[in-house]
């Protein structure tokens, strides 16, 4: 017999009358709950916070939040970002983008901003499918997989997003699974502290369409899938590249200090005005 | 902060169009630029260069037109004026989210110094192959203010009102400059600032209020981290701004006041210039640059005691087609001849309005890319009032 209900703790930061959208088990709910759960930690004001978010399953995680939201056009989160942090430097700028979003169509952006340490935290959630155009090829898709549309397998290589973020010269850059909550949590906190670009890059599960493909849809076996592909940078280095190339490399690898592009702006101002009145 | 008139002085003042349009901006309150390189439209951007960070502003140079415009959008739900700048093929590229500031209701001003197209074409000289574009660029049902300048001062002035009609009605304004005006010089008088009238949008007042989207008469625009937790999207969505992509109900109520909220108020938005209106059985109409070419030839024209009138189109969208059918209801206008740099753009909505009641012909210049010769112009009013 229940004796008594709980409220979830985290329910406050949920806005009211939203269906929640996603497929049964879908890793969104998983990275939802995360960032919710750092932004708890870090006791940060959801007022002071704008999520803005790209087209894909991804896109609909801030629908969720109960705080300012711009879900934007496909691939362009970023971009549509960099205005709002230069337009108001004191907020928190959050992008949810997928890995067809923020690595393919909107792949140049997430050069530019990673280059330009402008002040956005960029959380990608990458399932390695389209999954809401029905499980096509994505640029993260493993070689020689069967998708909706590489029905005799791909022949392309995936996309490395956290080397091609590190070498852009972004501030922060980590990934981790929806198995590993706890280093994700820790990792949004800190990407969400850090002066520049921070880049979390989160490998999801999709039950649905990328499930289909490797025949094997039950949510909780896939993020059991996940934890075994992973392997940790340091543990990575040890091991052959041809094995490598099978796993997914979770860690933190950049930490970097950087001066943010805003703050940048803010000095080039300052300079510009002292000349003015010399 | 009357920091602006340390930069902007009035006085009179030679300049080239593009620097208008920058002063143009900073005068109506423009404190976020972001702009591609282009041609022919890089002063604009030169010169938002300079100015903006003297004044607290934001200039940027982003990777493509399509971050310069979603940028603009983003700057503009933090509360600032925000404007870009481009040319043709940057201008395409910034259509899909021109699509998104309709669909949002986010006020920016999108400035398209047009040159020769299709594709590359020819960067540094005139066309108006972009009119239908400025219309219907952006895929989906919808309606957008555009307006022509056709000298430096114009520019200057358009600007202004651009970013007004813009405030006022939530609602992208594309500035339709060319190749001609942007880089001619001109002299051009600038006003006591404290004359110029400056619009700023209707914020929310009450903490309480969530109705922030589809009201014909302009809902409030809520700034981003200003508590009021605004769920804003380019899909389909409600007066609160809640998505649904289900119900086409809902498709049909959106389309309905994004057009509304523009066409309730039109005649507050479209406005024309006439001269020499009396008597006329024959009136030029044009637009931008060939305007001048026009209003030249009118003069000649009348000098040799031709009754021929002049129409210039400042506002081409939404197109004043009611201040079009008054001119000739007095009964003498015979015909009326749409002068484009195109293939006919304009002229196809003139001949909609006018069409029963005169005779709508066209006159593209000798040479595409070039402005009409008046001498041209007059050759042909003399053979069709022949």
């Given at each position: 017999m229940i004796s008594k209900v709980y409220e979830h703790p985290l329910i406050k930061y949920l806005r009211k009358g939203i269906r929640q959208p996603f497929c049964s088990g879908c890793g969104n709910g998983i990275i939802a709950q995360c960032i919710l759960r750092a932004i708890n930690d870090l006791k940060v004001d959801m007022k002071k916070i704008v999520f803005v978010s790209g087209i894909g399953c991804s896109g609909w995680i801030p629908t969720l939040f109960n705080a300012d939201t711009l879900h934007t056009t496909h691939g362009r989160p970023i971009a549509f970002a960099t205005g709002v942090k230069l337009g108001n430097p004191?907020?928190?700028?959050?992008?949810?983008?997928?890995?067809?979003?923020?690595?393919?169509?909107?792949?140049?952006?997430?050069?530019?901003?990673?280059?330009?340490?402008?002040?956005?935290?960029?959380?990608?959630?990458?399932?390695?499918?389209?999954?809401?155009?029905?499980?096509?090829?994505?640029?993260?898709?493993?070689?020689?997989?069967?998708?909706?549309?590489?029905?005799?397998?791909?022949?392309?290589?995936?996309?490395?997003?956290?080397?091609?973020?590190?070498?852009?010269?972004?501030?922060?850059?980590?990934?981790?699974?929806?198995?590993?909550?706890?280093?994700?949590?820790?990792?949004?906190?800190?990407?969400?502290?850090?002066?520049?670009?921070?880049?979390?890059?989160?490998v999801s599960q999709c039950p649905i369409q990328y499930g289909k493909y490797i025949d094997l849809q039950e949510p909780a076996k896939l993020l059991l899938m996940l934890k075994d592909l992973s392997i940790n940078k340091d543990k990575a280095k040890t091991i052959n590249e041809k094995e490598l190339k099978e796993k997914i490399i979770i860690g933190e690898f950049v930490d970097r200090e950087v001066i943010g592009f805003s703050k940048a702006y803010e000095q080039l101002i300052i300079k510009v005005r002292e000349k003015r009145n010399e | 902060m009357n920091e602006i008139s340390e930069i902007i002085k009035p006085g009179n003042y030679l300049m080239m169009g593009n620097e208008a349009c920058a002063l143009g901006a900073i005068i109506a309150g423009c404190r976020f630029f972001a702009f591609y390189?282009?041609?022919?439209?890089?002063?604009?951007?030169?010169?938002?260069?300079?100015?903006?960070?003297?004044?607290?502003?934001?200039?940027?140079q982003m990777e493509d037109e399509i971050s310069s415009i979603a940028s603009v959008i983003g700057a503009s739900w933090t509360g600032l004026k925000a404007m870009t700048a481009t040319s043709g093929p940057g201008f395409t590229l910034m259509q899909e989210n021109i699509g998104h500031a309709?669909?949002?209701?986010?006020?920016?001003?999108?400035?398209?110094?047009?040159?020769?197209?299709?594709?590359?074409?020819?960067?540094?000289?005139?066309?108006?192959?972009?009119?239908?574009?400025?219309?219907?660029?952006s895929h989906g049902e919808y309606e957008i203010i555009a307006l022509a300048p056709s000298s430096v001062k114009d520019t200057l002035l358009l600007t202004i009102e651009a970013f007004n009609l813009s405030e006022k009605y939530r609602v992208p304004v594309i500035i339709l400059s060319d190749a001609l005006i942007g880089h001619m010089m001109e002299n051009v008088e600038i006003p006591d600032l404290s004359s110029i009238k400056i619009i700023n949008r209707k914020k929310p007042s009450k903490l309480d209020e969530s109705q922030f989207f589809l009201s014909e008469d302009i809902s409030p625009m809520p700034t981003l981290g200003s508590g009021y937790k605004v769920h804003i999207t380019g899909s389909t969505h409600d007066e609160k701004g809640i998505r649904n992509v289900y119900d086409p109900i809902y498709v049909d109520n959106l389309v309905h006041k994004i057009y509304a909220k523009i066409h309730k108020h039109i005649d507050d938005i479209v406005k024309i210039e006439t001269r020499y209106l009396d008597n006329s059985k024959v009136l030029l109409l044009s637009y931008g640059?060939?305007?001048?070419?026009?209003?030249?030839?009118?003069?000649?024209?009348?000098?040799?005691?031709?009754?021929?009138?002049?129409?210039?189109?400042?506002?081409?969208?939404?197109?004043?087609?009611?201040?079009?059918?008054?001119?000739?209801?007095?009964?003498?206008?015979?015909?009326?001849?749409?002068?484009?740099?195109?293939?006919?753009?304009?002229?196809?909505?003139?001949?909609?309005?006018?069409?029963?009641?005169?005779?709508?012909?066209?006159?593209?210049?000798?040479?595409?890319?070039?402005?009409?010769?008046?001498?041209?112009?007059?050759?042909?009013l003399k053979k069709n009032m022949g």
């Open positions: 004191e907020l928190k700028v959050v992008v949810l983008t997928g890995d067809g979003d923020g690595a393919a169509i909107g792949g140049n952006h997430l050069i530019h901003a990673a280059r330009r340490n402008i002040e956005i935290l960029t959380i990608l959630v990458n399932n390695r499918i389209y999954g809401m155009t029905g499980g096509q090829v994505a640029p993260t898709t493993p070689h020689g997989m069967k998708t909706t549309t590489t029905p005799y397998g791909n022949i392309e290589c995936p996309f490395d997003l956290c080397k091609l973020v590190e070498a852009a010269g972004a501030a922060y850059v980590a990934r981790w699974t929806t198995f590993h909550v706890k280093q994700l949590i820790s990792s949004i906190k800190k990407g969400f502290l850090k002066e520049g670009f921070s880049f979390i890059e989160i | 390189p282009i041609t022919p439209a890089n002063e604009i951007a030169e010169y938002m260069s300079i100015y903006l960070p003297k004044i607290g502003g934001i200039y940027i309709i669909m949002t209701e986010t006020p920016c001003v999108i400035v398209d110094v047009q040159r020769c197209g299709p594709s590359t074409g020819t960067p540094a000289l005139p066309m108006q192959g972009d009119v239908y574009q400025a219309r219907r660029g640059s060939v305007a001048r070419s026009a209003l030249h030839a009118v003069k000649l024209a009348r000098k040799e005691g031709l009754k021929v009138g002049y129409v210039k189109l400042i506002t081409l969208w939404p197109f004043p087609e009611k201040l079009i059918s008054n001119m000739i209801n007095n009964g003498e206008v015979e015909k009326i001849i749409v002068l484009e740099n195109n293939m006919g753009q304009i002229v196809n909505e003139v001949k909609r309005v006018l069409h029963k009641d005169i005779e709508v012909k066209f006159l593209p210049p000798e040479v595409l890319g070039t402005i009409h010769d008046p001498m041209y112009i007059l050759e042909n």
